[in-house]
């Protein structure tokens, strides 16, 4: 089995944008470096200037390369890509997305280390470069460029390489973790606690399905809501021991629960039902409440 620590830079992260640098290391099953690719490519579309800010490759860097499809990092990665094989990335979905889009349709066994740190490290802290520092990472950075007579620039894809190859060996090393369940865990949802962004960051998800399910609500109906995200909401939901408070946003009788606008004026609640604007699981509820 060979092991490839990949990361690439890109020309932006639309669906429009592609590969301007592809590096990865390819390691044998001791975790050993044995090969070190590292390559600048000339992309089809124009390099973004915010892409620019963060990894510093200017149009002039590539006009002279080649296309990725002619360079040999391309070539020995199609060379490597099997099930045999297991291939580590930083948040993977975006690199192996990158990749699609040069007809590289990848066969390797994956370990995505942003997702291993969302199942393994607490309050969301799930950032390559924050790891990079809050692990002590950087400490050995140098002492493997002089090793491998490596150079590397900041927010160069090779030095996210180098980064990720300790981030992995510090996850087996350090967190007592086989590779066999670093797949397993790749592929199994995060379920969380807390929201990490949003309305109410580092809140419990349970205290929000209580007090604003209308959120919640409004969240599940999102189609771009992170997987993990709407797998921790419905898990939670389902062990829910506690009735989600319904309350007016608007109106007569705004902050208060439909319960208790029910005891005092159920003429309103009837009325509200079939005029007010809400979100159906509010309509249902009141409906229930109408029905008995």
């Known amino acids: 089995m060979k092991i490839i620590i990949l990361d690439t830079e890109t020309t932006g992260n ?14 044998n ?7 070190i690719h590292n390559e600048l490519v000339k992309p089809p579309v124009d390099i973004k200037f915010e892409a620019m800010a963060v990894h510093h490759i200017t149009p002039e860097m590539v006009e002279d390369k080649p296309k990725i499809k002619f360079t040999h990092a391309f070539k020995r990665l199609k060379e490597l890509n099997s099930p045999e094989n297991l291939i580590v ?31 393994i490290l607490p309050e969301g802290k799930f950032s390559l470069q924050y790891n990079r520092y809050a692990l002590g990472l950087y400490k050995k950075e140098k002492n ?9 620039n900041a927010h160069d894809a090779l030095g996210d ?19 066999d369940e670093l797949i397993d865990l790749t592929q199994k949802p995060v379920l969380y606690d807390k929201f990490y962004q949003g309305k109410y960051k580092f809140e419990k998800i349970k205290d929000i399905l209580i007090k604003d399910p209308d959120y919640i609500e409004y969240m ?60 159906k699981w509010m309509r249902e509820k009141i409906g229930e409440i109408i029905g008995k």
Not at 29 to 35: Q, Y
Not at 95 to 112: C, G, Q, R, S, Y
Request: aromatic share 12%; charged share 35%.
């Open 14 to 27: 639309k669906e429009e944008d592609r590969i301007c640098q592809l590096s990865y290391l390819v390691l």
């Open 29 to 35: 099953k001791n975790l050993e470096i044995e090969e």
């Open 89 to 119: 990335i930083h948040n993977a979905k975006f690199d192996l997305d990158m990749l699609k889009k040069e007809d590289f349709n990848p066969f390797f066994k994956l370990i995505d280390t942003f997702r291993i740190l969302k199942h």
């Open 144 to 152: 493997i460029c002089e090793k491998y007579n490596i150079q590397i």
């Open 161 to 179: 390489v180098i980064v990720l190859y300790l981030l992995f060996k510090y996850i087996i090393e350090n967190m007592d973790k086989k590779i």
């Open 220 to 279: 599940l109906s999102l189609t771009d809501l992170d997987a993990d995200v709407k797998y921790s909401i419905e898990k939670h939901l389902e062990e829910l021991d506690e009735e989600p408070e319904f309350r007016f946003g608007v109106g007569k009788y705004k902050g208060m629960l439909i319960q208790d606008v029910a005891k005092i004026d159920m003429q309103y609640l009837s009325w509200a039902y079939h005029n007010m604007k809400m979100g």
